[in-house]
């Protein structure tokens, strides 16, 4: 069975608290929610991570690989415009990494237009809400180890 890492940053926690105007009201409960159960339609499993620091995300990313995880679906919240050393943990391991984030990122604010992370990532999805999470996973169940 294909085993994927569902990785949240920064107050991703928060979702359905916070900024209720740009994130909504659905909770971070409801997203994980939710994923558990495409994963275990779809035959997969999906362990779950979230953390407010930078050292325990990249821990987690690290830990994926030493796992044999087939797949990481991560939001570094954030982390993403500002941290190399993410970009470095996912350039590391051979996981095939896409980058989602709830908020249309290149709508927002100038600081959150450039991710430092999506390059070392197999793609980046925005602007989609908690659908874009379902959408991750379903490329990363789809495309396999393929590099395209």
């Known amino acids: 069975m294909k085993q994927y890492l569902l990785l949240n940053g920064p107050n991703i926690n928060m979702t359905g608290l916070r900024e209720t105007g740009v994130y909504g009201k659905k909770t971070y409960e409801d997203l994980v929610s939710g994923m558990l159960d495409d994963a275990a339609r779809s035959g997969c499993s999906l362990r779950v991570v979230q953390s407010n620091s ?35 943990a996912i350039a590391s391991v051979p996981i095939p990494t896409i980058e989602v984030h709830m908020s249309n990122i290149h709508a927002r604010e100038e600081v959150r237009h450039h991710s430092m992370t999506a390059s070392a990532c197999r793609g980046q999805i925005v602007g989609l809400g908690f659908l874009g999470y379902h959408l991750a996973l379903q490329a990363l169940i789809q495309t396999g180890d393929d590099k395209a």
């Open 54 to 88: 930078e050292g325990a995300l990249i821990d987690a990313i690290q830990q994926a690989y030493f796992d044999g995880l087939d797949g990481i679906i991560f939001n570094p919240g954030g982390y993403t415009h500002t941290s190399v050393a993410l970009h470095d």
